[in-house]
């Protein structure tokens, strides 16, 4: 028996897909992602002016200036706040980008959010990139569905927080709910 338990290869390489994930060539143009780019469906992201956050595995040395989120097939209307948002695992928020406010966002469309101040990752493991709309329709996500964390140390794959949520980012995710729709995002 190995301190791994039955597992007799290396860990790294078993978890591997998490940081390949939607990198036909990451030599070309780095980027992280928290799923791959096969297997996406429509999922609702949160209600108008809820932030939805979603669990991203980021690397000792990454610069993360962007967050870009792809709508599916419901495009957002009405648009009054868009904004995203890097937050640390304990749930404290790093940066936000500027404000969308009323900027169309059409269906099946990538959206790059620009984070005011880029973030050089200090240390490798889990963060939380966020999103919250303001809309009369919030537009669904290209994403996928996740099961509820049960084993000690899990975090949620997504959560939804806050509401009445404008142009500023909450300071923290507070009192995070656990959300089946975990959204794709991607991190450059």
Not at 168 to 183: D, G
Request: with cysteine.
């Amino acid at each position: 028996m190995t301190v791994l338990g039955a597992y007799r290869g290396l860990v790294r390489d078993d978890l591997g897909w998490l940081n390949t994930a939607g990198r036909p060539d990451p030599a070309e143009t780095f980027h992280r992602a928290n799923l791959p780019r096969v297997g996406l469906d429509d999922v609702a992201a949160a209600a108008t002016g809820v932030m939805c956050s979603v669990a991203l595995y980021l690397h000792d040395g990454d610069l993360i200036s962007n967050l870009t989120f792809v709508s599916a097939g419901t495009a957002g209307g009405t648009l009054t706040n868009q904004i995203a948002a890097l937050y640390s695992r304990t749930g404290a928020l790093l940066a936000q980008s500027a404000d969308k406010t009323s900027e169309a966002w059409a269906a099946d469309t990538a959206k790059t959010f620009a984070l005011a101040t880029p973030q050089r990752i200090t240390k490798s493991g889990i963060y939380y990139a966020a999103l919250a709309v303001a809309a009369s329709t919030v537009p669904t996500l290209a994403g996928t569905v996740g099961a509820k964390p049960f084993l000690a140390g899990e975090v949620n794959l997504s959560q939804t927080s806050g509401s009445g949520i404008g142009a500023t980012a909450p300071a923290t995710i507070a009192t995070p709910a656990f959300k089946r729709a975990v959204p794709l995002v991607i991190a450059t």
